[in-house]
C-alpha cells in the first residue's frame, strides 16, 4: 500500500517517545532487481518500508520504468506500507516531477547548491526548503530537508568538508521552513569509504536536537554499514575496495535510541549486488544469461535488507 513517509515516520517518533525506539530504512532502488530485493526483504519480515530515488536513478530509468517497477512491488505487495522518497532533490524542478510521478515524500538538499557540491549558506538553504516545503505539503507529500554538509561526497560529487549540524540552528530552520523530517550531519558519508580510523558518531548531536526538536523526524544519511564480508567477496572476485568502511549496524542501533527515525542505505545494496554477481561469474564461467547472476544479486541484497529491517527493529511492524 503506497503511504507517506510521514505515515511511517510517526510511527517511529511515537515508539522513541515511548520509549522503545525503532528505525525505518530508507532504501535507494535503480532497477527491477532491487526492488525486487527490497519489497521480498519487508514482506519476510513484514516490515514497513521506505523506498528512495536519487536523480542519478531518475535519470538512469527514465523516470517511468522506475516508477511503473515501484508500483509494480507495491500491487505485489499491498500487505506492507511502502512510501516514495525523492532522495536529494536540488530544486523545485525535480521535486515537482517527483510529485507528479506520485512520489509521496520528497527530500530537498538546499545544504548545498543546485550543482548538488557547492555548500550553501543558512539563508540559501532556508528560502529553497520553505518553498518546496510549501509547494509538497499543499499536495499531502511529505519533505525531509537537510543541514550540515556529510562529509565525503555528498551525492553526485564530492564535498570534501564536514559540517555537523548545530541542534539550535537546527530549531531555528525547522520553525522557518516547516519540513516534517530533518536530514542531520553526525559524522557520516556517503559511499564507500566512509571513515579512515575507527568510526565515529556523533552521539550527542542526536541527543540534542532529538531534545531540542522533539516532534521532528530525523534522518541520518550514509548509514551503510559496509559489511567486510561483502568487501572481502568483492576483493576475492577481482575487485578492489580495499580501505572501505561503514557505520557499524550497532553504532546505528545507538543512534536509533537517542533519536533517529530514518536510516538511509544505498551503498550496501551495491555491495551486495557487486559481490553477488562476482562470485556468481568467477565460479560459473560458462553462464551467460543476465537472469541467473541477477538472480544471485536480488537474493543478496534481500538478504542484506532483511538483516537491517531486524536489526533497525521495523520487523513486524507491518
Ligand atoms: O546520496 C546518494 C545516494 O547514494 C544516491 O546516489 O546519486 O549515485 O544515485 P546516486
Ligand atoms: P550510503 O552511501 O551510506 O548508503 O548512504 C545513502 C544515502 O544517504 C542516500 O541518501
Ligand atoms: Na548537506
Ligand atoms: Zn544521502
Avoid: C, W
Amino acid at each position: 500500500m503506497l503511504v507517506t513517509s510521514k505515515a511511517i515516520l510517526e510511527a517511529s517518533l511515537r515508539a522513541h517517545k515511548a520509549g522503545r525506539p525503532f528505525g525505518v530504512g530508507a532504501y535507494n532502488v535503480n532497477n527491477m532487481e532491487q526492488m525486487q530485493g527490497i519489497i521480498t526483504a519487508a514482506q519476510e519480515t513484514r516490515s514497513p518500508v521506505i523506498v528512495q530515488v536519487s536523480r542519478g536513478a531518475l535519470k538512469y530509468a527514465q523516470d517511468k520504468y522506475l516508477v511503473n517497477i515501484i508500483q509494480a512491488a507495491i500491487e505485489l505487495a499491498p500487505e506492507i506500507p511502502v512510501a516514495v522518497h525523492l532522495d536529494h532533490g536540488n530544486g523545485m524542478e525535480v521535486v515537482q516531477r517527483a510529485i507528479d510521478l506520485g512520489f509521496t515524500s520528497v527530500m530537498i538538499d538546499g545544504s548545498l547548491m543546485e550543482d548538488g557540491k557547492t555548500p550553501s549558506d543558512f539563508e540559501y538553504n532556508v528560502e529553497v526548503t520553505r518553498r518546496v516545503a510549501e509547494y509538497a505539503h499543499a499536495r499531502g507529500v511529505s519533505v525531509e530537508g537537510e543541514l550540515g554538509t556529510l562529509g565525503g561526497i555528498e551525492d553526485d560529487v564530492g564535498s570534501g568538508m564536514t559540517q555537523l549540524t548545530d541542534p539550535e540552528q537546527a530549531v531555528e530552520f525547522v520553525e522557518r521552513t516547516g519540513v516534517d523530517a530533518l536530514a542531520i550531519s553526525i559524522g557520516t558519508s556517503h559511499g564507500a569509504y566512509k571513515f579512515k580510523g575507527e568510526p565515529k558518531i556523533a552521539f550527542e548531536i542526536i541527543e540534542e536536537t532529538r531534545r531540542l526538536l522533539p516532534d521532528t523526524y530525523l534522518v541520518s544519511h550514509g548509514s551503510s554499514s559496509v559489511p567486510p564480508e561483502h568487501v572481502a567477496l568483492i576483493n576475492r572476485y577481482g575487485g578492489k575496495m580495499e580501505a572501505a568502511r561503514g557505520v557499524p549496524l550497532d553504532a546505528l542501533e545507538k543512534a536509533v535510541a537517542r533519536g533517529i527515525n530514518k536510516i538511509n542505505v544505498d551503498t550496501d545494496i551495491r555491495l551486495a549486488a557487486t559481490g553477488a554477481v562476482r562470485k556468481f561469474l568467477a565460479e560459473n564461467p560458462q553462464e551467460f544469461d543476465p537472469r541467473a547472476y541477477l538472480k544471485a544479486a536480488r537474493a543478496a541484497i534481500a538478504a542484506e535488507i532483511k538483516k537491517r529491517m531486524e536489526a533497525f527493529g521495523t520487523a513486524g511492524r507491518a
